[in-house]
């Protein structure tokens, strides 16, 4: 218990560390801010979930206690609660039966993903009473806090029209961040905790500390509740006021997941082509060069719940062929 309390000790003061290092303000910085889980998530995976618990805690007191009281809730709502959940989960586990004797059952990767959507879509949404009670005064006080930043980043005076370097109409400009900048930081949000996740996992594997076998994430599901859910999110985005943006954030971070699940089921199914590694890197770069065949992934992904593309090809290869 004393080894695992120190563990968290350390753990929290380097996720501290990596969180403050954004007051320097220069571009490593922001890449080390976002890496302000991956401490919580090798303490939680490497020795146990309540080092990851210590570690989260201990982080939020140092930075409240060096930058004030809000940043307590702030951290662990935001980063340590999230990170130290996503490690309790990776390393459930439930005896099953098997012909060879009685073995493991690891909580799946898929459901990892999922709540890494969840969850980047909930720390979100908790900051909207921080902006406003209704979606009036959230896009106001939201569209006042974007205007200060550019305005300082341009040196604009706070009583002349704000312009921006080739931007005809800054106002237009404005509106579309108000809009887009909720469901992208949710997005960014899950991406982060998974980037994090997968990180802390090959850490602590090549340390030889990872009790979970590496799990086969090609062949990751998501639960049965996840399209009904997607759905709702969805047809929540037509509605008015809140409801209408908390649907919003979620819809976007589940995207995002069904998303990965697209890619995941383009590994499944390029398996033993000869042009796989081409394909691959073809689909990969032209998500990130575009943007757009992202919503073509997260297609792929319904597809694969609604018809499991990947058992139906499976099936009709065949079993691998005997070896020579």
Known sequence: ????????????????LLFASVVSGSLLSVALFYLAPLPLLIAALGWSHLAG???????????????????????????????WWLGYLALLARPV?????????????????????????????????????????????????????????????????LTLPGVSDPNRLLDILVTAIPPAAAVLSTLTSLINLWLAGVIVRASGRLKRPWPNIPAMTFPPYAPMLLALAVAGTFLSDLPGIVSTILGASLLLAYTLLGLAVLDAITLGL???????????????????????????????????????????????????
């Open 1 to 16: 218990m004393v080894q695992i309390v120190l563990i968290g000790i350390a753990a929290g003061a380097a996720a501290a």
């Open 53 to 83: 618990l210590v570690a989260a805690l201990v982080a939020a007191g140092s930075l409240a206690a060096v930058f004030g009281p809000f940043l307590f809730l702030a951290f662990l709502l935001g980063v340590g609660l999230p990170a």
């Open 97 to 161: 039966a098997a012909p060879s004797g009685e073995t493991l059952e690891w909580y799946p990767v898929g459901r990892l993903v999922w709540w890494a959507a969840i969850l980047g879509a909930l720390v979100v949404i908790v900051a909207i009473p921080n902006f406003g009670l209704d979606a009036e005064s959230f896009r106001s006080v939201l569209r006042r806090t974007f205007e200060r930043i550019l305005r300082m980043q341009t040196g604009s005076a706070a009583n002349a029209p």
């Open 274 to 324: 000869s042009g796989r590694p081409l394909m691959l890197t073809g689909a990969y770069f032209t998500v990130g060069l575009f943007g757009w065949p992202l919503l073509l992934m997260a297609a792929i992904g319904l597809v694969e719940t609604m018809f499991a593309l990947r058992d139906r090809l499976a099936r009709k290869r065949g079993p691998p062929a005997a070896p020579v």
